[in-house]
C-alpha cells in the first residue's frame, strides 16, 4: 500500500492478508462462480498494494463527471448532458494534467493536485447507460474499490435503477458514501431537506446503515473555482457544500480509517465470494435430495427383498424337508413290518424285497421332490425379475421427474450427470428385463442345485434330475445300512436270532437317512441363499453407476461445504486480526 506510512505489524498483517486472500481465491476457484466474481477478487487483491481508491458511481447525468472536476478544481473530465462518460477513467497524481486513452474501455487522467498523492479517483460511466458495456464497466470497478462515492440527482433523488444499483454493490462489503448533486436546482433550504430526509430514509433501507450523505452543487463548486479573488471564492465553495465533501475525504478520512476501508475490502470482496459459493453448495445439497431419496430407496428396496427372501427360502426347504421325513417314516415302517420271520421267504431274496421296498416306500419320491426344488426354483426367478421390475419403476419415476425440473429451470452440471447416469442403468435395467427369459433362467438354476448337491460326497452322481439323484442315493443307502444288499439267509437270519439286531438295523436306517437328509438340506440352502445373494449382487452392481455417483457427490458437497466453513473462519480470524493492528 502506497501513501501511508505503516508500522511493521501492519505490513506484517498485510503480506498475511495477501498470502491468505490467494489462498482463498484458489479455494474458490474451485466453485465455479462466475469468472468476474474471481477477477474482482484478484483485483481487490493487487489494490491492497495501491493507492486508496474512490470509485464514483450513479446514473448518468448525475454530475459524477462534474463532482470529480469541483475536487480536482478544474474543468478535467467532461461533461454533459447526454451519456458522456464512456470510459472508466482513473484519476491519478501527475506533474500535469494530461490523459492517455489505454484502450476503449479504460483512460488514465492525471492532475498536479496534493489529494491525488494519498488516493485516486475513477469516474465511471452512468450505471443506467444504454451501452450496456458501460454499465459492466462500472460494476466492474466497483467491487476494485475502497470507497464507493454514489452520486444521485436532486432532481430525481435515487431512482428506481439506483437503488438497484446499491442493492447490487452493498454485497461487496463497500464503504458507501452517498452524494446528491444538483442541490441549486432546488428551491430552498426546505425542499433540501426533504431530498435528504427521502435519500437517508431509502438508503438506509437498503443499506441496513445510515450511510454518510453530503448535499452539494457541484455546479457552484466549479463555478467558485473559476473565481480569482481567494474570499469570495472560498465562500462559494462553501455555500456549494464541496468543502463538506473534501474535508470528509481528507480529514475524517484520516490514515487510519483508509488503511481500515483499504485492508477490510478485498475480505469483503473474499467475503461475497464466500457467500455465493455458499449459496451454490447449499444449492447443490438441495439438488441432491431428489438422488439421495432415490439411493435410499433403491437399497431400502433391495435389502427389504434379501429379508424377504432368506424369511421365504425357508418355509419351502421345510416342505422338501417334509418329503424326506414322509420317506423316512415310510421306510421305518417298511422294516418294522418287513423284517419279520414269517418274511424270512421274500427277505431272503434282496431282490424281492428291494422291489417291495421301491414300491411301497420309494414310489414317487423322486418326482416329489423334483416338484418341491423346482417349484422353489420358478419362485426365486420369478422374484428376481420381480425386484428388477420394481428397481426400473423407481429409476424411471425419478427420471421423469428430473426431465421435468430440467425444462422448468436450469440444473447443476453434477445433476444433469446424475440424470445421465440414472438414464444409462435405467436403460440397461430395461434391456436386462426385456430379454428376461424365465425358463432359461430356471434351468441354469435346476443346473446349479443339481450340481451343488452332486458334488457333496454324500449323493451319487450320474443320476439325471435333482430327485432322481436324491431317490437313488436314499435308496441305495437304505438297502445298504439295513444289510439288505449283503442279504443271505443267514444274515437274515440274524435280525430274528437277535432282536437287537433288527433293532440295530432300522436305527442305523434312521441314521443315515438323517445324516443325508440334514446334508441335503444344507446344501440347498447353502446354494439358495448364495444363488439371491448373486442374484441380488448383480442387480446392485447394475446399479452402482448411478448410486456410487450420488454418494460420491453428496460427499464432495459435504466436503466443499467443510471447506467453505474453514474459509469463513479464516476470513473472519482475520478481519478481527486487522482491528487489533490499526
Ligand atoms: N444544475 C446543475 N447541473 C449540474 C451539476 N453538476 C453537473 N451538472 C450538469 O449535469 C450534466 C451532467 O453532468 P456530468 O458530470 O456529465 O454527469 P455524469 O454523471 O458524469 O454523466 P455520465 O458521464 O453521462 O454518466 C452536465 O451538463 C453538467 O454540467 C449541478 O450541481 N447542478
Ligand atoms: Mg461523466
Same mark, same amino acid.
Not at 53 to 62: P, T, Y
Not at 104 to 115: G, N
Not at 161 to 176: D, H, N, P, Q, Y
Not at 457 to 477: D, I, N, Q
Given at each position: 500500500?502506497?501513501?501511508?506510512?505503516?508500522?511493521?505489524?501492519? /505490513?506484517?498483517?498485510?503480506?498475511?492478508?495477501?498470502?491468505?486472500? =490467494?489462498?482463498?481465491?484458489?479455494?474458490?476457484?474451485?466453485? =465455479? /462462480?462466475?469468472?468476474?466474481?474471481?477477477?474482482?477478487?484478484?483485483?481487490?487483491?493487487?489494490?491492497?498494494?495501491?493507492?486508496?481508491?474512490?470509485?464514483?458511481?450513479?446514473?448518468? =447525468?448525475?454530475?459524477?463527471?462534474?463532482?470529480?472536476?469541483?475536487?480536482?478544481?478544474?474543468?478535467?473530465?467532461?461533461?454533459?448532458?447526454?451519456?458522456?462518460?464512456?470510459?472508466? #477513467?482513473?484519476?491519478?497524481?501527475?506533474?500535469?494534467?494530461?490523459?492517455? %486513452?489505454?484502450?476503449?474501455?479504460?483512460?488514465?487522467?492525471?492532475?498536479?493536485?496534493? /489529494?491525488? &498523492?494519498?488516493?485516486?479517483? !475513477?469516474?465511471?460511466?452512468?450505471?443506467?447507460?444504454?451501452?450496456?458495456? $458501460?454499465?459492466?464497466? #462500472?460494476?466492474?470497478?466497483?467491487?476494485?474499490?475502497?470507497?464507493?462515492?454514489?452520486?444521485?440527482?436532486?432532481?430525481?433523488?435515487?431512482?428506481?435503477?439506483? @437503488?438497484?444499483?446499491?442493492?447490487? *454493490?452493498?454485497?461487496?462489503?463497500?464503504?458507501?458514501?452517498?452524494?446528491?448533486?444538483?442541490?441549486?436546482?432546488?428551491?430552498?433550504?426546505?425542499?433540501?431537506?426533504?431530498?435528504?430526509?427521502?435519500?437517508?430514509?431509502?438508503?438506509?433501507?437498503?443499506?441496513?446503515?445510515?450511510?454518510?450523505?453530503?448535499?452539494?452543487?457541484?455546479?457552484?463548486?466549479?463555478?467558485?473555482?473559476? !473565481?480569482?479573488?481567494?474570499?469570495?471564492?472560498?465562500?462559494?465553495?462553501?455555500?456549494?457544500? *464541496?468543502?463538506?465533501?473534501?474535508?470528509? !475525504?481528507?480529514?475524517? /478520512?484520516?490514515?487510519?480509517?483508509?488503511?481500515?476501508?483499504?485492508?477490510? =475490502?478485498?475480505?469483503?470482496?473474499?467475503?461475497?465470494?464466500?457467500?455465493?459459493?455458499?449459496?451454490?453448495?447449499?444449492?447443490?445439497?438441495?439438488?441432491?435430495?431428489?438422488?439421495?431419496?432415490?439411493?435410499?430407496?433403491?437399497?431400502?428396496?433391495?435389502?427389504?427383498?434379501?429379508?424377504?427372501?432368506?424369511?421365504?427360502?425357508?418355509?419351502?426347504?421345510?416342505?422338501?424337508?417334509?418329503?424326506?421325513?414322509?420317506f423316512e417314516q415310510r421306510g421305518e415302517e417298511f422294516f418294522n413290518t418287513n423284517l419279520r420271520i414269517t418274511n424270512i421267504g421274500n427277505l431272503a431274496k434282496s431282490d424281492k424285497i428291494k422291489a417291495k421296498f421301491e414300491e411301497e416306500v420309494l414310489a414317487?419320491l423322486?418326482?416329489?421332490?423334483?416338484?418341491?426344488? $423346482?417349484?422353489?426354483?420358478?419362485?426365486?426367478?420369478?422374484?428376481?425379475?420381480? %425386484?428388477?421390475?420394481?428397481?426400473?419403476?423407481?429409476?424411471?419415476?425419478?427420471?421423469?421427474?428430473? @426431465?421435468?425440473?430440467?425444462?422448468?429451470?436450469?440444473?447443476?452440471?453434477?445433476?444433469?450427470?446424475?440424470?445421465?447416469?440414472?438414464?444409462?442403468?435405467?436403460?440397461? *435395467?430395461?434391456?436386462?428385463?426385456?430379454?428376461?427369459? $424365465?425358463?432359461?433362467?430356471?434351468?441354469?438354476?435346476?443346473?446349479?442345485?443339481?450340481?451343488?448337491?452332486?458334488?457333496?460326497a454324500l449323493f451319487e452322481v450320474g443320476a439325471?434330475?435333482?430327485?432322481a439323484l436324491v431317490a437313488s442315493t436314499l435308496f441305495s443307502a437304505a438297502m445298504d445300512v439295513t444289510g439288505i444288499v449283503a442279504a443271505s439267509a443267514l444274515a437274515i437270519l440274524g435280525f430274528f436270532v437277535i432282536p437287537y439286531k433288527r433293532k440295530q438295523a432300522i436305527e442305523g436306517f434312521k441314521e443315515k437317512m438323517n445324516e443325508l437328509r440334514?446334508n441335503?438340506? $444344507? #446344501?440347498?440352502?447353502?446354494?439358495?441363499? @448364495?444363488?439371491?445373494?448373486?442374484?441380488?449382487?448383480?442387480?446392485?452392481?447394475?446399479?452402482?453407476?448411478? #448410486?456410487?455417483?450420488?454418494?460420491?457427490?453428496?460427499? &464432495?458437497?459435504? @466436503?466443499?461445504?467443510?471447506?467453505?466453513?474453514?474459509?469463513?473462519?479464516?476470513?473472519?480470524?482475520?478481519?478481527?486480526?486487522?482491528?487489533?493492528?490499526?
Amino acid at each position: 500500500m502506497q501513501g501511508t506510512m505503516l508500522s511493521n505489524e501492519q /505490513l506484517l498483517f498485510l503480506q498475511q492478508e495477501k498470502q491468505q486472500l =490467494n489462498i482463498a481465491k484458489r479455494i474458490l476457484s474451485d466453485f =465455479n /462462480l462466475p469468472e468476474e466474481a474471481l477477477n474482482a477478487l484478484s483485483e481487490a487483491i493487487l489494490q491492497l498494494d495501491e493507492l486508496f481508491l474512490i470509485v464514483v458511481v450513479g446514473e448518468f =447525468n448525475s454530475g459524477k463527471s462534474a463532482l470529480i472536476n469541483a475536487l480536482l478544481g478544474e474543468y478535467v473530465l467532461e461533461e454533459g448532458v447526454t451519456p458522456t462518460t464512456a470510459r472508466v #477513467t482513473l484519476v491519478r497524481w501527475g506533474e500535469a494534467l494530461s490523459e492517455q %486513452i489505454v484502450n476503449e474501455d479504460f483512460a488514465i487522467v492525471t492532475y498536479p493536485l496534493e /489529494l491525488l &498523492k494519498e488516493l485516486n479517483l !475513477i469516474d465511471s460511466p452512468g450505471t443506467n447507460a444504454i451501452i450496456r458495456r $458501460h454499465e459492466l464497466l #462500472t460494476t466492474e470497478y466497483v467491487p476494485r474499490s475502497d470507497l464507493v462515492l454514489f452520486t444521485t440527482s436532486a432532481d430525481r433523488p435515487l431512482t428506481e435503477s439506483e @437503488r438497484e444499483f446499491l442493492e447490487k *454493490i452493498l454485497a461487496w462489503g463497500k464503504k458507501i458514501v452517498l452524494v446528491i448533486n444538483k442541490a441549486d436546482i432546488l428551491d430552498g433550504q426546505e425542499a433540501i431537506e426533504e431530498v435528504r430526509a427521502f435519500v437517508a430514509q431509502h438508503t438506509a433501507g437498503i443499506l441496513g446503515y445510515a450511510p454518510e450523505l453530503f448535499v452539494l452543487s457541484a455546479k457552484l463548486a466549479e463555478k467558485a473555482n473559476q !473565481i480569482s479573488d481567494p474570499v469570495e471564492k472560498e465562500r462559494l465553495r462553501k455555500a456549494s457544500g *464541496i468543502t463538506d465533501l473534501e474535508r470528509y !475525504i481528507t480529514e475524517t /478520512l484520516d490514515d487510519r480509517a483508509r488503511l481500515e476501508l483499504k485492508l477490510s =475490502n478485498p475480505l469483503g470482496v473474499a467475503s461475497n465470494l464466500l457467500q455465493q459459493a455458499e449459496g451454490l453448495n447449499q444449492a447443490q445439497a438441495e439438488e441432491l435430495q431428489a438422488d439421495l431419496k432415490l439411493v435410499s430407496e433403491l437399497e431400502a428396496m433391495l435389502s427389504a427383498y434379501r429379508k424377504e427372501l432368506t424369511a421365504e427360502i425357508k418355509p419351502r426347504l421345510a416342505e422338501v424337508d417334509n418329503v424326506l421325513q414322509n420317506f423316512e417314516q415310510r421306510g421305518e415302517e417298511f422294516f418294522n413290518t418287513n423284517l419279520r420271520i414269517t418274511n424270512i421267504g421274500n427277505l431272503a431274496k434282496s431282490d424281492k424285497i428291494k422291489a417291495k421296498f421301491e414300491e411301497e416306500v420309494l414310489a414317487g419320491l423322486s418326482q416329489e421332490i423334483d416338484a418341491k426344488v $423346482h417349484a422353489m426354483i420358478d419362485w426365486m426367478v420369478d422374484k428376481d425379475l420381480q %425386484i428388477w421390475y420394481q428397481v426400473m419403476g423407481a429409476l424411471e419415476r425419478r427420471q421423469f421427474v428430473a @426431465r421435468k425440473q430440467a425444462e422448468v429451470g436450469p440444473v447443476s452440471p453434477q445433476a444433469a450427470r446424475r440424470t445421465d447416469l440414472m438414464a444409462s442403468v435405467g436403460e440397461t *435395467i430395461k434391456t436386462i428385463v426385456n430379454s428376461y427369459n $424365465h425358463k432359461k433362467e430356471a434351468e441354469e438354476l435346476s443346473v446349479l442345485v443339481e450340481g451343488a448337491v452332486a458334488q457333496t460326497a454324500l449323493f451319487e452322481v450320474g443320476a439325471v434330475g435333482l430327485g432322481a439323484l436324491v431317490a437313488s442315493t436314499l435308496f441305495s443307502a437304505a438297502m445298504d445300512v439295513t444289510g439288505i444288499v449283503a442279504a443271505s439267509a443267514l444274515a437274515i437270519l440274524g435280525f430274528f436270532v437277535i432282536p437287537y439286531k433288527r433293532k440295530q438295523a432300522i436305527e442305523g436306517f434312521k441314521e443315515k437317512m438323517n445324516e443325508l437328509r440334514s446334508n441335503l438340506m $444344507h #446344501t440347498l440352502e447353502l446354494t439358495f441363499g @448364495r444363488e439371491a445373494d448373486l442374484a441380488l449382487s448383480r442387480l446392485e452392481a447394475k446399479i452402482a453407476p448411478y #448410486t456410487q455417483g450420488v454418494r460420491a457427490d453428496q460427499e &464432495k458437497i459435504a @466436503r466443499d461445504a467443510q471447506v467453505l466453513a474453514e474459509l469463513k473462519q479464516t476470513l473472519e480470524e482475520m478481519q478481527d486480526q486487522m482491528r487489533t493492528v490499526l
